[in-house]
């Protein structure tokens, strides 16, 4: 069941919480048998949707429905502002400090569009971002394919931008992109401060801020600032609603009133406007009431399991490991061992047969500047891990390491 992390990762392949769960070159009857394993689990520790069945997820749509909207309301049509979909972008809008957002199908969609209308506004087709960002890893180079832009990076470094970064840069650039947390790097984020000189820095050089903010939610623990305090740094943020918020698919672009209303334009061009797309909308909804109150418990939850996988994996003596990072910025992180993918989710999949319990997902095997033999994993830390104690998760991390030949 080995997969290649550095892959084009498509919005399809990732989870509800945000974790991938890609089908990509696994076997269908070994990765059937995964799922399963999953979905019998009674504890499950690193959380994610691909267990479900599409009556499960109904059903919790439906369970979800009456507290979230008015269900006697007309079903959207293409968006319309006075339906569903105009009432969670004002609701978007509104939770991030902005004075518009607007939905988009995809993330994806929502980035190119939010890049091209910077660029026309600044004059500028050259964009500063990291090269583990999403719009470089993620997006099938969706910038310079689909929207005639140019990357340039600051640092190679797996870490966001510094300001002397921003300031060394030999050429000039119209638009600086700030994935936060950066995923590929770990979910990791800069420190508060360090993230306002940034911005800073890419002002003193003329140019505009925006926030890949797919995970943004989940930033303000970190920070210890609001959502708006966060958002409204930059000049336009793009979040996801089945990152984090547990929504069916969608996401929104927020910024001001004028670059929003180009922004519905192009989205039209894009083709972003869907006939009726009410069903990801109630479930965002339902994310934003449920699940966005819950980050900052997942959040802190997430350090203690972090700290209990180092103690299980020292105590099972494990002979290399590594958490990262070893506090996590989030409610998600990684963890790399020194053993097959293969190996490592088989012996997952026997776990949670045995023992009805899920310790982690899927692991992947990355390719690139690393030595062989590593795979990784992605922990997201969520409501079914909050039962879970640190001598419960070292106890699982001893069962789990004993299937491993």
Request: proline residues 7%; contains cysteine; negative net charge.
């Amino acid at each position: 069941m080995t997969r290649d992390a550095r892959k084009p990762d498509t919005e399809a392949e990732e989870t509800g919480t945000g974790e991938t769960e890609s089908t990509e070159g696994t076997d269908t009857v070994e990765r059937a048998r995964l799922i399963a394993a999953w979905h019998g689990s009674e504890r499950v520790l690193a959380s994610g949707r691909a267990a479900e069945t599409l009556r499960e997820r109904l059903a919790r749509l439906t369970a979800d429905a009456p507290a979230t909207y008015d269900l006697d309301d007309w079903a959207d049509s293409y968006g319309n502002d006075n339906g569903i979909v105009g009432a969670l972008e004002r609701r978007t809008a509104e939770t991030l400090g902005m004075e518009a957002a607007a939905f988009f199908p995809t993330g994806t969609m929502a980035q190119q569009v939010a890049l091209r209308c910077w660029a026309g506004r600044m004059g500028s087709t050259a964009v500063a971002a990291h090269p583990l960002s999403h719009l470089e890893v993620h997006e099938r180079a969706a910038y310079a394919q689909v929207s005639g832009l140019r990357m340039v990076h600051p640092t190679r470094a797996p870490r966001l931008p510094t300001p002397e970064e921003i300031y060394d840069l030999e050429e000039p650039f119209g638009t600086l992109a700030l994935e936060l947390p950066l995923r590929d790097a770990g979910f990791v984020l800069p420190e508060w401060e360090e993230l306002k000189a940034t911005v800073a820095a890419a002002r003193d050089r003329d140019a505009v801020i925006h926030f890949d903010g797919a995970r943004l939610w989940e930033c303000g623990p970190h920070f210890g600032r609001s959502l708006p305090e966060i958002a409204t740094l930059a000049d336009s943020v793009y979040v996801s609603f089945y990152k984090s918020l547990d929504g069916l698919s969608g996401a929104a672009l927020a910024g001001p009133e004028n670059v929003i209303e180009e922004a519905r334009a192009w989205r039209h061009r894009y083709g972003g406007q869907l006939f009726q797309q009410w069903p990801a909308a109630l479930s965002a909804l339902a994310g934003l009431d449920r699940e966005l109150p819950r980050l900052p418990r997942y959040a802190a939850h997430a350090k203690v399991v972090a700290q209990a996988l180092a103690d299980g994996l020292a105590e099972a003596g494990v002979p290399w490991f590594r958490i990262h990072p070893e506090v996590p910025h989030t409610h998600q992180f990684q963890v790399w061992l020194p053993v097959p993918a293969d190996t490592l989710n088989e012996a997952g999949a026997r776990h949670a047969e045995k023992t009805r319990t899920t310790l982690f997902r899927e692991w992947f095997t990355p390719t690139g500047a690393i030595p062989p033999g590593l795979s990784m994993t992605e922990v997201t830390v969520a409501t079914s891990a909050l039962k879970w104690t640190p001598e419960d998760v070292r106890t699982a991390v001893t069962e789990w390491w004993r299937l491993i030949p």
